[in-house]
């Protein structure tokens, strides 16, 4: 029913799973008060354990952050963060590079390559325990946006 993944695109451990997620990318976004927009990002139907790549983007103003985090092994996450002006353009890529993967290759490893591309390496921490909630993974950068008025999205590739 898919198109087969290319063997170098798939990360360790591949498989059905990742190539039904390269199909199935999600990404939410939301704008406003500090307040609102943590409110909102509380109740996303999402158990975060389960998912092997997921993608915070926090536009405050004059200010942004990305937060990249990648399931490990162990169960534990690597997380990169990078910090800037802004990520406009970043979304757009993002969103280029979902489209033209097709669901062919692994999406989370498309949507990684972008990032560095676009951000160059970033400030990594590993073996960061897996997040309960998704208040708990993206609560503390939207608390740090600067301004009133802010937008955070958070992109779940596989």
Request: hydrophobic share 40%; net charge neutral; glycine share 8%.
């Amino acid at each position: 029913m898919y198109p087969s993944p290319s063997a170098s695109a798939s990360p360790p451990g591949g498989g059905p799973a990742c190539n039904n997620a390269s199909w199935n990318p999600e990404i939410y976004s939301f704008y406003g008060a500090k307040e609102n927009v943590a409110e909102k990002v509380s109740r996303l139907p999402l158990k975060l354990s389960e998912h092997r790549v997921f993608v915070q983007i926090t536009q405050g103003e004059a200010w942004a952050q990305v937060k990249m985090f990648e399931l490990q092994k162990d169960g534990t996450f690597t997380v990169t963060e990078w910090e800037g002006k802004d990520t406009f353009r970043l979304a757009c890529e993002i969103d280029k590079a979902i489209m033209a993967n097709k669901g062919v290759n692994c999406v989370g490893e498309q949507m990684k390559a972008a990032i560095v591309k676009a951000l160059g390496e970033g400030k990594v921490s590993h073996s960061v325990a897996a997040p309960e909630t998704p208040a708990g993974a993206f609560g503390h950068s939207i608390k740090a946006a600067k301004g009133v008025f802010i937008k955070s999205e958070v992109i779940v590739a596989c």
